[in-house]
């Protein structure tokens, strides 16, 4: 007589309450990662990675990678087998090494759109500025006569003051 295949959950009334709410939790959340990842097949890797940036598509990439890694450590922790010299997490760490490289250079680039947005209207300024523009003394006339004075110099071929 064939041997039948035990229960996919255990019924919650063998299990103590909280172990139950755990192993429930799991599942929900193991439901939630199965959809994500039917989701992922069904496009085409080119096309979710098409449109991207190089560090969003990066993420993209880093992040799936982290996903099945971590999906294939925690397989091997249901199924019993030791984990604690298994390739995978060698392979976990290299991916958080480029996690942490893709966040840098994401901040470095941040930090240097920033810079460049900075220096634009510190330029803005600096030539307002050095037009006579509405700060300069002719600012209660609207810097009609300074600008006229320019225009003018310009015409005759000379520096405008």
Known sequence: M????????????LLPAEVA??????????????ERVRRL???????????????ES???????????NTLFYMYLKTQGIPSANHPVLAELERIKGYIRK??????????????ASLN????????????GGPSGPDASAGGKASKKAKKDAKAM???PH
């Not at 064939?2 to 009334?13: I, V």
């Not at 709410?21 to 199965?34: C, K, M, P, T």
């Open 157 to 159: 071929g000379e520096r």
């Open 58 to 68: 990066a993420r993209l990439h880093l992040m799936v990678a982290y996903t099945i």
């Open 41 to 55: 097949q069904r496009a085409p890797w080119a096309e979710l990675c098409g449109g991207l940036p190089p560090l």
């Open 120 to 131: 634009a209207s510190a330029a803005k300024r600096f030539i307002v500025h050095a037009l």
């Open 21 to 34: 709410s755990a192993v429930a939790n799991f599942e929900r959340g193991l439901g939630d990662i199965e």
């Open 2 to 13: 064939p041997a039948t295949a035990p229960p996919a959950t255990a019924p919650s009334s």
């Open 102 to 115: 893709v966040r840098a250079a994401s901040q470095e680039a941040e930090a240097s759109q920033r810079q």
